[in-house]
């Protein structure tokens, strides 16, 4: 099945407004244009977000430093959330849905008085400009609301995901070291209660604020500690603090091929990429409804708040796992014009045929990230907006974005990537370092929001020693890509030892460092496996095992349990397998290529 555009779609998107003021007649050109005239690009861009600043920059993209260390809107002075409160204020800023309750919505006045009430309140319990606050909820109204009033108050925000286990969370807090973390008494999925505040505790957090959303339960916090209520101002006036477009507004975690995640800071610029690819790409309209089940602790969540809201359009919530017909109901009774989703959602979706009943006619189209999709599966999905395209987005957490993509103005083929993203250029390059049609991806800076420092590692180290020479700087970023003979692209899965699993990227040694722990193993090595007919990868674990030591118990459940534990729930081993030996180099690095091809 392919989606084709017709003259209407072209002409009415935000794509073709570029075009026809260059008089392109196609998106190719646009794109050679965008990569070829960057400063051009991104200057035209800034103007089209109406990107609020106070100061406005000397100089659009700054490369003293290299391209490396490239500084987007250099010399101005701003605060990102100013632009996000452009609409009308009776505007609807955010739709959602609690467990069990109706549909509600906030107009961008209220949501602006909602965050300048808490970007007051932050000074009462000594949190100031360049502290650091961590948040870990779900995606609520008050999440979107404490994110943006602590950026609006020059604060950064530690964001975590609400299903991480203790260990995770502690990790995440001991690299950040925030004054406060605002969290929830509970996490309400399917019916279920999961203690969130307690985690949060178990973890050592100096001080938390408290959400209290189960009322009917009897429910304690330590003395130091807050009740939302107890915390928030009445204060709703307040100006926002004005700074570098370089300063960091968040800080984001993604695992690469260390089990320590990569702390990774977001600056103002990172929130422009965000909004312009949702601008460009998911081609977000002025009053349009964006809802992307998703969490502040991902990319998307960041991502989500800056695309919708710079692009005037509304977020939309839904409280629940989005597994049921409650959400397919809350996506109809919103009027959903753009829904965002993970592969191994769709799949559920399509098994169950819980959605099959609704009318989804208000979707324009979808986007899909996080996972390698399945072409059945995407097919499935756009018929159940009676035939409406599928946008293929992949980027990462470095990126702010996406590097490839589908759009609009093309025909669009399910599961595969139409195009590069604007203003945004790779290369893709075999184990020889020659340009293939099928290698890997290197990504070609300066990027508007791409990162150039990590709080823990070393970013250069990282990105750009030893990776290929070639006619112009290049960045590592792991992907392996497919460009097909209609030019078009797939993504194939993980150069290195990363992973992702459910639309979360994991490393490989995470996982074999808690399978380790198992009396039964002796050393083990984590793979991603694509099923045959594409589609999310399953998590398989090769292991040697320790023959000193005889144990009676299910050896996969053993294993599902603690990477279920230590990780993350979410996680689940698909199978174990034993090996006599693990395939190393001489090195002694592990061949997960060797045990991905014999699998």
């Known amino acids: 099945m392919i989606w084709k555009p017709t003259k209407e779609n072209i002409n009415s998107s935000n794509i073709s407004k570029l075009m026809l003021k260059h008089q392109f007649t196609s998106y190719k050109e646009l794109w050679s244009w965008s990569v070829e005239n960057k400063e051009d690009f991104w200057q035209e861009t800034v103007k089209f977000l109406n990107i609020i600043q106070e100061k406005k920059y000397n100089q659009i993209l700054n490369v003293d430093d290299g391209v490396t260390q490239a500084k987007w809107l250099f010399g101005?002075?701003?605060?990102i959330v100013d632009s996000c409160f452009q609409n009308d204020d009776n505007a609807t800023a955010v739709v959602f849905q609690k467990p069990n309750e109706s549909v509600q919505k906030i107009t961008q006045?209220?949501?602006?008085?909602?965050?300048?009430?808490?970007?007051?309140?932050?000074?009462?319990?000594?949190?100031?400009?360049?502290?650091?606050?961590?948040?870990?909820?779900?995606?609520?109204?008050?999440?979107?609301?404490?994110?943006?009033?602590?950026?609006?108050?020059?604060?950064?925000?530690?964001?975590?995901?609400?299903s991480f286990t203790v260990n995770e969370i502690k990790v995440r807090l001991d690299l950040t070291k925030p004054k406060v973390v605002f969290t929830q008494d509970y996490l309400v999925r399917a019916g279920k209660s999961f203690p969130l505040y307690e985690k949060v505790v178990e973890a050592e957090a100096q001080k938390v604020v408290v959400l209290n959303t189960v009322k009917n339960k009897d429910f304690s916090i330590r003395d130091n500690d807050l009740f939302w209520d107890d915390f928030l101002s009445d204060n709703s006036n307040f100006i926002s603090v004005k700074q570098s477009p370089q300063d960091c507004i968040t800080i984001l975690f993604s695992s690469g091929t260390t089990s320590e995640p990569k702390a990774i800071p977001w600056n103002h610029t990172t929130a422009i990429k965000a909004a312009s690819d949702g601008f460009y790409h998911q081609n977000i309209q002025k009053n349009d409804v964006v809802c992307w089940p998703t969490n502040l602790g991902w990319m998307m969540g960041p991502w989500l708040i800056f695309?919708?809201?710079?692009?005037?359009?509304?977020?939309?919530?839904?409280?629940?796992?989005?597994?049921?017909?409650?959400?397919?109901?809350?996506?109809?009774?919103?009027?959903?014009?753009?829904?965002?989703?993970?592969?191994?959602?769709?799949?559920?979706?399509?098994?169950?045929?819980?959605?099959e009943t609704l009318d989804w006619n208000a979707i324009k189209n979808y986007s899909s990230t996080g996972e390698v999709s399945n072409p059945t599966e995407m097919e499935y999905l756009m018929q159940l907006a009676n035939n409406k395209p599928v946008i293929e987005y992949c980027g990462g957490t470095e990126i702010g974005g996406g590097y490839i993509t589908s759009t609009v103005v093309q025909d669009n083929i399910p599961s595969t990537f139409s195009a590069k993203a604007l203003g945004t250029d790779f290369a893709l390059l075999g184990d020889d370092h020659q340009e293939t049609k099928k290698g890997e991806v290197f990504l070609i800076p300066p990027i508007m929001g791409l990162s150039t420092e990590l709080l823990n590692k070393d970013h250069q180290k990282i990105y750009y020693d030893d990776t290929p020479e070639y006619h112009q700087v290049l960045r590592r970023h792991g992907d392996e890509l497919h460009q097909l003979e209609n030019g078009y692209f797939k993504i194939l899965?993980?150069?290195?030892?990363?992973?992702?699993?459910?639309?979360?990227?994991?490393?490989?040694?995470?996982?074999e460092e808690a399978i380790n722990q198992l009396e039964f193993v002796l050393e083990s090595a984590a793979i991603a496996v694509a099923p045959k007919d594409g589609g999310p990868a399953k998590l398989v674990v090769f292991y040697v095992e320790n023959n000193n030591i005889k144990v009676d118990e299910d050896f996969l459940k053993s294993a599902q349990k603690i990477v279920k534990t230590q990780l993350n729930p979410l996680f689940k081993v698909s199978d174990l397998v034993k090996i006599d030996v693990l395939p190393r180099t001489a090195s002694n690095k592990v061949m997960r290529r060797t045990l991905r091809d014999s699998y």
């Open 76 to 79: 101005a002075e701003l605060n």
């Open 109 to 162: 006045k209220e949501l602006e008085l909602l965050v300048n009430k808490i970007a007051n309140s932050f000074a009462d319990i000594d949190v100031y400009k360049d502290d650091t606050i961590a948040i870990d909820l779900p995606m609520t109204l008050e999440c979107v609301a404490i994110y943006l009033a602590a950026i609006k108050a020059g604060i950064k925000v530690a964001t975590i995901v609400d």
């Open 493 to 511: 899965g993980r150069v290195d030892d990363a992973m992702n699993l459910g639309g979360i990227k994991v490393s490989a040694t995470q996982i």
């Open 307 to 355: 695309a919708t809201l710079i692009n005037k359009a509304a977020i939309g919530l839904y409280y629940d796992a989005p597994l049921s017909a409650d959400f397919g109901a809350f996506v109809q009774n919103a009027k959903v014009t753009m829904l965002g989703v993970i592969p191994s959602i769709v799949k559920h979706w399509k098994n169950s045929a819980c959605m």
